[in-house]
């Protein structure tokens, strides 16, 4: 009987282990710097040339910041548009959101992860405009000349999550409506 429980004990302690080793790896931490996110060409900031600018057909109206958007799809990747109201974009997918008030604020990521899930990001850039650095999770509120009494709100990670992750795709103003030539009439 001892033989038959150390022999089940055993098995456990093996079943154990291979679920462990069954478990996808967690991601690496998100970058402290924007610069190190693949957005820009490396020690400059002049963006990559496989990633590609794009403008929603109907952005967002954010305190009358200017906003700039990037996309980067994996080598040799590309989305699945199969459902028009729920892409499937590929692991390794990243974007950017930049806004703007005469200078770089803030720059927001989003990334999708090797297990699908996304996460999101806020980057605050530095007064003199070369970099961007990681906000806190709890997001920050930052002095920027033009915004609305002289102060901009960068929001917090859950706040990026109450607004991306209710709709079918987290990734907002790329989708099929967004990005048709065609413009609705008044």
């Known amino acids: 009987m001892k033989a038959l429980f150390l ?8 079943a154990m ?3 462990g080793a069954a478990q996808p790896a967690a991601p690496a931490p998100l970058p402290r ?5 693949g957005l820009f060409e490396a020690g400059s900031g002049t963006v990559r040339a496989d990633v590609i600018a794009f ?3 109907y952005p967002l109206w954010s ?3 200017r ?7 994996p080598a040799g990747r590309s989305i699945d548009a199969s459902q028009p109201d729920a892409w499937n974009f590929p692991v390794g997918t990243r974007l950017w959101k930049e806004f703007s008030f005469g200078r770089r604020i803030e720059t927001r990521y989003i990334e999708r992860l090797a297990d699908g899930s996304w996460r999101f990001a806020s980057y605050a850039w530095n007064a003199e405009g070369t970099d961007a650095v990681l906000v806190p999770e709890d ?3 930052m002095a920027a000349a033009g915004a609305p009494g002289g102060r901009y709100s960068v929001p917090s990670r859950n706040d990026c999550l109450a607004c991306n992750e209710g709709p079918a ?6 989708s099929a409506l967004q990005l048709s030539p065609d413009q609705a009439l008044p």
């Open 33 to 37: 710097l924007l610069s190190e996110t």
């Open 169 to 174: 795709v987290p990734v907002l103003g790329f």
């Open 139 to 141: 997001g920050a509120v």
């Open 63 to 65: 305190d009358d910041t």
């Open 7 to 14: 022999f089940c004990s055993m098995l456990a302690v093996a």
């Open 17 to 19: 282990a291979a679920a």
């Open 67 to 73: 906003k700039q958007r990037w996309i980067h799809l």
């Open 55 to 57: 403008a929603p057909q």
